[in-house]
T-cell receptor, first 117, second 114 residues
Framework: KAGVTQTPRYLIKTRGQQVTLSCSPISGHRSVSWYQQTPGQGLQFLFEYFSETQRNKGNFPGRFSGRQFSNSRSEMNVSTLELGDSALYLC????????????????FGPGTRLTVL | QKEVEQDPGPLSVPEGAIVSLNCTYSNSAFQYFMWYRQYSRKGPELLMYTYSSGNKEDGRFTAQVDKSSKYISLFIRDSQPSDSATYLCAMSGWGDTNAGKSTFGDGTTLTVKP
């Protein structure tokens, strides 16, 4: 079974530009979460989508947005890029996304390395 | 103050050593406790998860959770050079309000020297 794929793997942008990152979850997974990883702040939750609906959101400004398509593929967009947006953006998929009586494992993709100049 | 604090490291140990990695947390709503391993230029990979207080063993790895102290640990026995990576603790709560969200520690970089 193919893992989570993210495109592109590397991206260089300049301040003020916008960027769109793509994530294809594992087949059958309906939940997609996005995380930002930086040396200073570690791994931080951005948002989660399930059945094309955003169910949960982290503490990031409105410049960060996302969406999910009917095939569960997801995109995230960052507008008006700032230097501090340079990071590894990770996508994780899981069957359901919620944790209740049984644990719902998240599988991570390799990430997109975004550099803002 | 962060909800999850992880011993920062880095750690450097000789091959065969026992490694102890530790995290503390402040949010009592956390119900699941995970340990991930992340190699350079890769995404995190789940090693183990635990739900209740106590120990869980998987091969050379043992995860320990003490909910009363809000403290979790990962022990690696007979460490190997291939264990060299960054180890991340993570925690999550129940239900849709916590949908798809894990809260991570900052990671501990481990180097196992042959």
């Amino acid at each position: 079974k193919a893992g989570v794929t993210q495109t592109p793997r590397y991206l260089i942008k300049t301040r003020g530009q916008q960027v769109t990152l793509s994530c294809s979850p594992i087949s059958g997974h309906r939940s997609v979460s996005w995380y930002q990883q930086t040396p200073g702040q570690g791994l931080q939750f951005l948002f989660e989508y399930f059945s094309e609906t955003q169910r949960n959101k982290g503490n990031f400004p409105g410049r960060f947005s996302g969406r999910q398509f009917s095939n569960s593929r997801s995109e995230m967009n960052v507008s008006t890029l700032e230097l501090g947006d340079s990071a590894l953006y990770l996508c994780a998929s899981s069957l359901r996304g919620t944790s209740g009586a049984s644990y719902n494992e998240q599988f991570f993709g390799p990430g997109t390395r975004l550099t803002v100049l | 103050q962060k909800e999850v604090e992880q011993d920062p490291g880095p750690l450097s140990v000789p091959e065969g050593a026992i490694v102890s990695l530790n995290c503390t947390y402040s949010n009592s709503a956390f119900q699941y406790f995970m340990w991930y391993r992340q190699y350079s230029r890769k995404g995190p990979e789940l090693l183990m998860y635990t739900y209740s207080s106590g120990n869980k063993e998987d091969g050379r790895f043992t995860a320990q959770v003490d909910k009363s102290s809000k403290y979790i640990s990962l022990f690696i026995r007979d460490s190997q050079p291939s264990d060299s990576a960054t180890y991340l603790c993570a925690m999550s709560g129940w239900g849709d309000t916590n949908a798809g969200k894990s809260t991570f520690g900052d990671g501990t970089t481990l180097t196992v020297k042959p």
